[in-house]
């Protein structure tokens, strides 16, 4: 199973500001996401993390409000721009086994945007 | 559109059985997955069933009928530490791109 470094594991934020989730997978994976946890709710794709290339996100998310890079295999971070108070969440990066089609979950970034 | 669905709620005493039901409407299908989550952690993986039938993973089983588009996930044995929120989550295209239920809260009570 893959070992999934995030940080920071938490944060509080002004209003308007951006912030920067860092993903380290302690092997190189083909295939990385990003998920978002609002309070309360489960847990929403936000967009597939493609190494070298452009981010896929779902309906409702763009890139303008959620910057993603994916320098390497091992590697990916998350911005959350301009934010608000409907931005607190908790943001978990997860990978794949390819094999069994487990989910393996960072230990997520919970963000409280005052 | 896609949907899936799952009680808020339920509440069982230590020693019992509690049964989760999921329904599911998606464009496709790949496998259904039975996620794990206390409060503040990240989801853990409990169990998975892509063809239809019963999968047993000690004290856990889950079961899945791919014709009525519906899982259950079977706890029995209940434990305090059972006390979370247990995820349905179904797979339609490609790995690792899930589509979640709300969730259901198992309380375990003395």
């Known amino acids: 199973s893959a070992v999934i470094s995030q940080k920071p594991s938490r944060d509080i934020c002004q209003r308007g500001t951006s912030l920067t989730i860092q993903c380290q997978v302690d092997s190189q994976v083909t295939m990385m996401f990003w998920y978002r946890q609002q309070p309360g709710q489960s847990l929403t794709l936000i967009a597939t993390?493609?190494?070298?290339?452009?981010?896929?996100?779902e309906s409702g998310f763009v890139i303008d409000k959620f910057p993603i890079s994916r320098p390497n295999l091992t590697f990916s971070t998350l911005t959350v721009s301009n934010m608000s108070p409907e931005d607190s969440s908790i943001y978990l990066c997860?990978?794949?086994?390819?094999?069994?089609?487990?989910?393996?979950f960072g230990e997520g970034s919970r963000l409280t945007v005052l | 559109g896609q949907n899936i669905d799952q009680p808020t709620e339920m509440t069982a005493t230590e020693g019992a059985i509690v049964q989760i039901n999921c329904t599911y409407q998606?464009?496709?299908?790949?496998?259904l997955f039975w996620y794990q989550q206390h409060a503040g952690e990240a989801p853990t993986f409990l169990s998975y069933?892509?063809?239809?039938g019963l999968e047993e993973k000690g004290r856990f089983s889950s079961f899945l009928s791919r014709s009525k588009g519906y899982s259950h996930l079977l706890l029995k044995e209940l434990q305090m530490k059972d006390s979370a929120s247990y995820l349905c989550?179904?797979?339609?295209?490609?790995?690792?791109?899930?589509?979640f239920g709300a969730g259901t809260q198992v309380v375990v009570t003395p």
């Open positions: 989550a179904v797979t339609t295209d490609s790995w690792g791109k899930f589509q």
């Open positions: 069933n892509v063809l239809d």
């Open positions: 998606t464009s496709g299908f790949n496998g």
């Open positions: 993390a493609n190494q070298g290339s452009e981010a896929t996100y």
């Open positions: 997860s990978v794949p086994d390819l094999n069994t089609g487990e989910l393996f």
